[in-house]
């Protein structure tokens, strides 16, 4: 990519935004928030939140602005590896970035400063951290103004949280479909009764949504209240309280005990990592995309080699304990992400372009496809050719494990149904990829009936 | 002039608009004003019950603040006196 291009989903606030120029990100400050950008950098709240690990860290640059007319500033900052969204987050990623969120506003409360949003999409994992990543979320405080992202926060945090704790995981999807956050009336309704009896959840959300209809097709004008300093960290305090009572535990789903119900012998087991290993070393990648990746086993061995991992899963449970252990492990480039292959983020909001989808967002150097060619072929039905086609827009390189059917696992999955799979052979697997991809390696794992291949796509043209 | 604007017309029983009239009258009354602008909507519904709950929560706050100090000094207090009859021994 070369020459300038505005980033799609940074167009709201006024205030600035991104563009990339020369494939470097930078963030315009328009002379509208130069009052506000110099109080963060003069009062000590940049330097403490970067210093926690809570802000992104940037540099002023003396470069010419992509809007000269409103400009103030451009800074540099440090670039995140990989966006992704509330959406695609686990319960844990999504509790640690309201957490993040809170705290932020509590350290800014102290240096005189409010957070003027509290949008999920400005918390990304960097590091292995939440991290906020807009610079120009802050405003001065004024004494007795309420919290102008409390409504937000509520909706993009507390709501799906409490959804995702007291009714089912799962309706954390519903902020795919609610970019602004989950409606407080849609999350009252969805939320047991018993959530009632929970002061943070019934004063947030029941009373909240209530009061939402109450005043609803009416304006408040601006003189209408007042919060104090002292009103509004009680609030934050309260909010605090709320998100750390929520908990849920990743256990009991198929995929994330996968591991403990697999047929590979020990040998085996340990011949595929060392073949993993191998081929991730010939393809030599900075990036790698590990494709049902369950709880990250083969996503630690890029990992463990200092390559920069995201691994997908369809598994709440299992994204759950991945990213738990990431962060035990203080893993800082490993990033674990909820992902339906078969249902991927698409580009959305404004203009379908606000949020990128997840092809957008690559295409990583390495990709494994490990134990999952039969999912996507048997249980999903696509055909092998699709799925070569989609790998191909993913990544160059694919290390792709190829389960055949006389595999205890491909029976277990044919054992329900009509056999209409044909074509579903090792010979028309390696006959369909070589139309795109080169095979370079191919080994069986011992004590398998499975084989592991390193692939290299061909330049179009070539075939 | 009544701060509250009705934008759309809404049927509403005498009963509910008088309690509404004093809640908000009482609210607006002990509430000095304070200038609010942002390039997100708070929402109205959403501005009125942060302003009613963050009173509450404050007071909360608060006691538990003055608890935690309570706590504290009592705390440092009990140390020194334990830490003298030590030295003392």
């Keep these: 990519m070369t020459g300038e291009r505005r980033v799609p989903g940074s167009f709201r606030d006024p205030s600035g935004f991104l563009f990339y120029r020369e494939e470097a990100l930078y963030r315009q400050i328009n002379r509208c928030y130069q009052d506000n950008y110099d109080l963060l950098n003069t009062c000590g709240l940049y330097a403490e939140l970067v210093n926690a690990g809570l802000l992104i860290p940037h540099r002023e640059v003396d470069i010419f602005p992509a809007d000269p007319a409103s400009a103030y500033r451009v800074i540099a900052p440090e670039p995140v590896r990989f966006i992704s969204y509330p959406y695609e987050w686990c319960f844990s990623q999504l509790r640690d970035a309201a957490l993040t969120t809170l705290r932020i506003q509590q350290i800014a409360l102290d240096h005189g400063m409010s957070l003027k949003d509290a949008s999920a999409y400005n918390i990304q994992f960097h590091r292995a951290r939440p991290v906020l990543i807009d610079t120009l979320s802050f405003e001065k405080y004024a004494e007795g103004r309420p919290w102008i992202g409390y409504q937000q926060f509520c909706r993009h945090f507390l709501a799906p949280l409490a959804l995702m704790s007291r009714t089912d995981v799962r309706l954390g999807g519903l902020l795919r479909n609610h970019l602004d956050g989950i409606p407080l009336d849609l999350a009252a309704r969805l939320l047991p009764a018993r959530t009632k009896l929970s002061f943070p959840l019934l004063t947030h959300i029941h009373l909240h949504a209530k009061s939402q209809k109450k005043y609803e097709g009416r304006t408040v004008k601006p003189a209408a209240g007042k919060v104090s300093r002292l009103a509004m960290r009680g609030l934050i305090d309260n909010l605090n309280h709320a998100i750390k009572a929520l908990r849920w535990e990743a256990e009991g789903t198929e995929w994330a005990e996968y591991y403990e119900d697999t047929n590979y012998t020990p040998e085996g087991f340990r011949h595929k990592q060392r073949l993993v290993a191998e081929f991730i070393a010939a393809s030599s990648p900075q990036t790698v995309w590990d494709l049902g990746g369950n709880i990250g086993i083969f996503s630690r061995i890029a990992a463990e080699n200092h390559i920069f991992t995201v691994c997908f899963d369809v598994d709440p449970a299992a994204v759950e304990k991945n990213y738990r252990q990431c962060r035990t492990q203080q893993r800082d480039n490993l990033l674990p992400l909820l992902c339906d292959l078969t249902n991927p983020s698409p580009g959305a909001g404004w203009n379908t372009s606000e949020r990128a989808g997840l092809i957008e967002r690559g295409p990583a150097d390495t990709v494994l496809a490990l134990a999952l060619i039969h999912h996507l072929a048997i249980s999903h039905n696509v055909p092998l050719a699709g799925i070569a086609e989609f790998l191909a827009r993913l990544g160059r390189w694919v290390i792709i494990e190829f389960v055949p059917k006389d595999d205890s696992q491909v029976r277990r999955l044919l054992a329900t149904r009509e056999d209409i799979f044909g074509d579903y052979t090792q010979d028309i697997f390696e006959q369909v990829f070589s139309r795109t991809y080169e095979i370079i390696r191919s080994e069986m794992i011992r004590e398998s009936k499975r084989t592991l291949y390193l692939l290299h796509a061909k330049k179009s043209g070539e075939t | ?89």
């Design chain 2, 1 to 89: 002039m009544n701060e509250i604007e009705k934008t759309r017309p809404k049927m509403m029983s005498r009963k509910e608009h008088i309690s509404t009239l004093i809640i908000l009258g009482a609210l607006l009354a002990l509430i000095p004003s304070s200038a609010a602008w942002a390039y997100i909507d708070p929402g109205t519904g959403s501005y009125m019950l942060q302003i009613l709950l963050a009173f509450f929560l404050g007071a909360l706050f608060a006691l538990k603040m003055f608890w935690k100090n309570v706590k504290s000094f009592l705390g440092h207090l009990f140390s020194r006196r334990k830490k003298q009859a030590t030295d003392d021994r």
